[in-house]
Structures are given as C-alpha cells and as structure tokens.
C-alpha cells in the first residue's frame, strides 16, 4: 500500500513534467531558428520583407511587466497584511470574497475595464493603462498568499516582538512579513508569471506598436500582442518569429523568477 | 537596577469569563517572585497583566492598578508599546525569529524601535548573551547561524538575552523551563538566581521544586484569586491557608 502510494505520487510528477517540458522544446525547435542578433535588436519589418525583430515588444513587455509590479505587488502585499492581522471581520471576509471573485474575472473583462476606466478618459492606448490590467489581475493572487503565509507565522513569534516592546505594524512589516517572506515571494512571482503570458487584457490597453516607444502614456508593443498578431497572420515569416517571440517571453519569464529566487534566498545556516 | 511592583484590585477578564478577581500584590525589587497554581488558576494571565500582553489576545482586557517602579501601568497616558518595553518577557515555549541570525535576535528590540548606533549594539548583545550564559556557545557563530537552529534550551537562553538587550527593568517568565530537558532546566535556574542581581524576576512556574529552588517569595493562586503570598519557606513548610497546603502536599493540581 505504502509502495503504491510512493509510486503513484512519483508517476502523478513525472506525468506533471511532460507537458511542461514537450511544450519547451517544441518552442525551442520551432522558435531557435528565427533568434538572432537582429530579432532581439531590431524593430519589425514591414510584412514580406525578411529580417526585422521583437526588441521593441520585449522592451515594452518588461515595461509593462515593471508597471504592473509598482501597482500590485504592494496593494497585493498589502491587502494580504489586512486580511491576516486585522481582518478577522465582515469586513475582511468581504475581501476575501471580492479577491476570490476577482481572481475568477476573464481577464479580457478586466481589460475592458480598464479601456473604459482610464484608455476612454485619456483618449489613447497607452503602455500605462495595460500596466494597470495586469496589475489588477496580479493582487488577488498576491493578497491570498500573503494572508496565507503570515497566517502560518506562530502566533508566539509575535508575541515575542511585542514582548520585546515593538509596536505593531513594526511587529507586522518587520518579524511576521520577514518570517513569512519566502511564502510570499513565491505568490508574488505566480503571480508575475501569470501575467506575464496575459495578451487579452493588453488587447484594448496597450494596444501594440511596431515602433519603440518608452513613454508611458503611448501604446506600447507587448511579446504577447506580438505573438498573437504575427501568429493569425498569413505571412510565413512572421509565423517563425511568433515562434521566437514565445520562446523568448519563456525564457523571460523563467529568467525573472529564477534572479528574484537567487537574490532573496536566505543565507542563514539552519534556517 | 530593578524596580518593586505594587498591583492593586487586578481584574482581567477573556469576553465575559473572569480570569484574576481582585489580585492585591506587593513584588519587591531585585527578588525573584514565584508564581504557582493548578493549570488554568490565573498565573500565566498574572504576569501578562503585568506588562499589558494580556490585552493582545482578543476580547481580553483587564484593570485595576499596578504600578512598576515610578511607572502605572494601566494609567490614562500609559503606553502598551513603552510598558512592554520596560518590562521583558520570557515565555514557555522558546520563540526566536525563525529568520533572523543569533545577533539579529538579541538586536531586534533594540534595532526596531529605532536604535542605530553599531558600536553600542554590538556591546549590548554581547552583554545579554554574556548575562543568558550563552556567549561562549555561540560567539563564534553570531551572524552565520540562526536562532532557530539552536537547541531548546539553547534557544530559551537566547529569548531571555534578547528580552535582556532593551535593558528592562522587570523580567517576566512564564513557565520558562516547562519545556526544557532537565539540564537546560537547571542552566535557566542558575540564570534566575544571577539574574536578580540587576532584575526584579517574576516566574511562573508548575514545578513547585524549581519555586522552591529559585524564589525567595511565592505566591499562589487558585481561580482566578491569590489565596496566599509569603516567603516561599513558609509557603512549603507551613502555609497558613488550608488550600495552599493541599496543593504544595500534592493533594491536589
């Protein structure tokens, strides 16, 4: 029974790892060809003509990724900070409920909301309005974990802080946050991972652009936008590099967990 | 130096259930008080009343007097934050920060209320840990290891160091040896006798023994009432309440 058991959670993983790794591969044999120099560099071309590149949507990826951290990563952390030391209430259970809600939102809802709330007002696409998409998509993951993890905190290490004469928000910020960190690293970086991939909340926000742009308040290229467009397109080579262009927002994907996980482990013995 | 606790008419209360009725108590300084009594009798929620932890649980709440040193506790202007502050506090199970090195366990008081000053904090972990006899144990491995990977008794040497470094001026200890191997045990009672030298010490304890080996007064408590406080000699050897003599004799607790 025991055996079974073990084998059956050994299967149950390596079945996990398929998928995740075919489609790896398949990205990497379809998408390797097409990353050069000049991809990860140059602009696009227009349609027919060879060459031409991504930059300007990895670029625009990244800024919009950065926008979308500002704004929910701290509302994430701290609504989860509500949740757990304060929201022992209707209150807080009507938060709860909101974020399990809005968790469940189609993601296109929330980029319409957004188009309506601030693309209509501004009168323009901008780079800024779909940093706040999938910062709004990214805080109901990030709020829920953070609730999770300080709720695991023992209830005796803050008693410890406040034995210790350290007010309570210090106590929260300092001792429970920090002892809960590893948790809520983790909640952040799916959640950053999530939306990382996300194109239909950009659809109506961000909008795309074959051109570079910085500013935050012009449409902004996104990989996903791009690989969407080139990918529905009837031109053969744009096919290739919506390949590419997927392969390299895994890779960045991956890249960004893997430097935030390096940078934030604890180099405490025993810990 | 210590400071002598006067409490006067303390009620606490969990929600609607009195927990301490009516507790007068006179705590001289630079002594080492024991608390005893059956599970659930009131003394753990004493001493948090001591230093205003009791009010941290939620619905509870308590009043009355007590006054520590110049200090009044439960005055209109008194502080929760100041008052645990001056008077530190050991508890049952050992609690380090589990993220935090050895050093960053003894500086948290002080580096979370706003102490900067490297020189001086250095000085004064090296003085608890010194204080907690746990110094030699540990000062080769201050930053690299955490609290949290020493042993038990090792860890309730830390807590008391860390509850040492803010410099109170009363130290509280709840059961601070109930879950410790005899060894530890008898470490941390050394501690308290050293201890008294700069503190005034009220311990909690279930083990009449360790009251008997540490304390110069006892007092016992029984539902939530202090039925009697004198020299511990005279506690064990010829109580004068009935009730007190049942329980130090083992009929009963």
């Known amino acids: 029974m025991d055996q079974g058991a073990t084998a059956f959670a050994i299967l149950a993983a390596i079945l996990v790892l398929v998928p995740l790794l075919a489609i790896f591969a398949y990205l990497v044999i379809k998408g390797i060809g097409s990353v050069n120099l000049a991809f990860l560099t140059q602009t696009p071309k227009p349609p027919g003509e060879a060459g031409g590149g991504m930059a300007n949507a990895i670029v625009g990826t990244g800024l919009i990724l950065a926008i979308a951290s500002v704004f929910g990563v701290p509302l994430g952390i701290g609504s989860g900070i509500y949740l757990a030391e304060y929201g022992r209430n209707r209150f807080g259970d009507f938060i709860r409920f909101t974020a399990d809600v809005l968790n469940g939102v189609p993601s296109i809802v929330i980029g319409i909301a957004v188009y309506s709330l601030i693309v209509v007002r501004q009168k323009h696409f901008s780079a800024f309005s779909g940093g706040v998409a999938l910062g709004i998509m990214m805080i109901p993951t990030i709020a829920r974990a953070t609730e999770e993890m300080l709720l695991m905190v023992p209830n005796v290490v803050r008693e410890a802080a406040y034995g210790l004469g350290i007010p309570k928000w210090r106590t929260t910020l300092s001792i429970s946050l920090r002892t809960a960190s590893a948790g809520v690293i983790t909640g952040c970086m799916l959640a950053f991972a999530r939306v990382a991939g996300e194109t239909a909340p950009l659809l109506f926000t961000a909008f795309g652009n074959q051109f570079w742009n910085l500013k935050l308040n012009q449409p902004t290229a996104a990989l996903s936008l791009q690989v969407f467009t080139y990918a529905i397109s009837p031109y053969d080579e744009w096919h290739k590099q919506a390949w590419a262009g997927a392969l390299i927002l895994i890779v960045m994907i991956v890249g960004a967990v893997a430097a935030v996980r390096l940078t934030t482990r604890g180099s405490l013995k025993g810990a | ?253």
């Open chain 2, 1 to 253: 130096m210590g400071v002598g606790i006067e409490v006067h008419g303390l009620n606490a209360w969990y929600g609607k259930n009195l927990a301490l009725n009516s507790i007068d108590m006179s705590v001289p300084a630079n002594h080492v008080t024991a608390v005893i009594g059956p599970s659930g009798c009131g003394k753990s929620t004493f001493v948090r009343c001591l230093n205003r932890m009791h009010e941290t649980i939620p619905e509870a709440y308590a009043e009355g007097s007590v006054k520590v040193g110049e200090m009044d506790v439960y005055g209109s202007g008194s502080d929760p934050v100041e008052v645990r502050r001056r008077i530190g506090m050991v508890f049952q199970k050992p609690n380090p920060f589990p993220t935090m090195s050895i050093y960053g366990n003894v500086a948290a008081g002080l580096k979370l209320n706003g102490f900067r000053n490297r020189k001086q904090m250095d000085e004064l972990v090296e003085r608890s840990l010194r204080l907690a006899a746990l110094w030699d144990e540990v000062k080769d491995n201050l930053h690299k290891k955490s609290g949290a990977s020493l042993s038990g008794g090792q860890q309730q040497r830390l807590c008391i160091a860390r509850a040492l470094a803010v410099e109170p001026e009363v130290l509280l200890m709840d059961e601070p040896a109930s879950a410790l191997d005899p060894i530890s045990t008898s470490k941390i009672e050394e501690l308290i006798f050293q201890l008294k030298q700069h503190y005034t010490v009220v311990i909690v304890t279930h083990n009449m023994q360790q009251a008997a080996r540490v304390a110069e007064l006892t007092g016992f408590f029984l539902m939530g009432s202090l039925i009697e406080y004198d020299k511990t000699e005279k506690i064990f050897t010829t109580p004068a309440d009935k009730r007190t003599e049942d329980y130090v004799t083992g009929r009963f607790g």
